[in-house]
């Protein structure tokens, strides 16, 4: 398949300035519970009622925004254990008009959240190039090498492994040296882009 649009979308003029570390962008304020979160769902003795009372509890004393609590309440419907899929599409929905309500400076963030959550239930439903599609919206909104990483992702589900070798090879060349260090340090994590290890610097 020829990706030369995928390509331009992610390559063309880049600012910079405007990247940032991994895919979520949590104010400094919120990181501390989303992270108390995030480790409690990765737990082997998760719950689900559990680590929904969790972002409740965090969202009612104030110290997560409603656009976090309905992340946190996202992954936690996403969750191998729990699969909730109808319950995930209906967060996003709820998360997206959220989102507008609230505009401002972080809207495109939020929306960029909204962009790979909605990736990431295409992507795990089978439907790779829907996913593909959500993933580089998700970018094109918040360029962050998290949201490369789903990309390049989604190619390799689609079986474009030379394809995605070949957009890393133009993001080594054509993006700042910060992201491109970021989506290594994925890269050799993440099993979704274990294909691509043999292309990280030695």
Partial sequence: MNYEALY?????????????????AVPAAQQAPMAELGA???????????????????????RIDRIMYLSALHVIAMSPSVKDYTEAARLIAEKELEAMSLGGPQLQVNLASVDRHRGALAFLNG???VALDYFSRAFERQRSAGNLGNVLAALIRLGDVADARDLLSRIRTGLPDTIVQALDDMIRIDPDLALLRTE???
């Fill in 8 to 24: 331009d979308r992610i390559l063309r003029r880049v600012d910079n300035g405007a990247y940032l570390a991994y895919a979520d």
């Fill in 40 to 62: 409690y769902i990765q737990s082997p003795g998760f719950s689900p009622d559990t680590a929904r009372e969790l972002a409740r509890r965090f969202h009612a004393d104030g």
């Fill in 127 to 129: 439907n790779y190039d």
């Fill in 200 to 202: 990280l610097p030695r």
